[in-house]
Nanobody
Framework: VQLQASGGGLVQPGGSLRLSCAAS????????MGWYRQAPGKQRELVAA???????NYVDSAEGRFTISGDNAWNTVFLQMNNLKPEDTAVYFC???????????????WGQGTQVTVSS
């Protein structure tokens, strides 16, 4: 199982970015997918998550600015980030709770990080 993240970059304050995370491999089921971020000197934190049933949750600072969604095949999730602020600068990591085919249950998987920099 692999999670491939993309979409980071440099943007000015108030701008927007869209992150994508595609899951691939021998997958039986995906329970939850989400995005975490880690800024220099800080702990990794959950930014947004979505379940297969469409339930979402966000860190307070992202509420109203970020939207997490999944495609119809439920193997790609997107994080639309609007009105970005300098404090959103961090490495963003894709995460998935995935049942790999042949394994006994769900396992936590991580994608590679993608840098988001908000600066004028």
């Amino acid at each position: 199982v692999q999670l491939q993240a993309s979409g980071g970059g440099l943007v000015q304050p108030g701008g927007s970015l869209r992150l994508s995370c595609a899951a691939s491999g021998s997958i039986t089921s995906i329970s939850t997918m989400g995005w975490y971020r880690q800024a220099p000197g800080k702990q990794r934190e959950l930014v947004a998550a979505i379940t297969g049933g469409g339930r979402t949750n966000y860190v307070d600072s992202a509420e109203g600015r970020f939207t997490i969604s999944g495609d119809n095949a439920w193997n790609t999730v997107f994080l639309q980030m609007n009105n970005l602020k300098p404090e959103d600068t961090a490495v963003y990591f894709c995460n998935g709770l995935i049942w790999r085919r042949g394994s006994p249950g769900f396992t936590n998987y991580w994608g590679q990080g993608t840098q988001v920099t908000v600066s004028s």
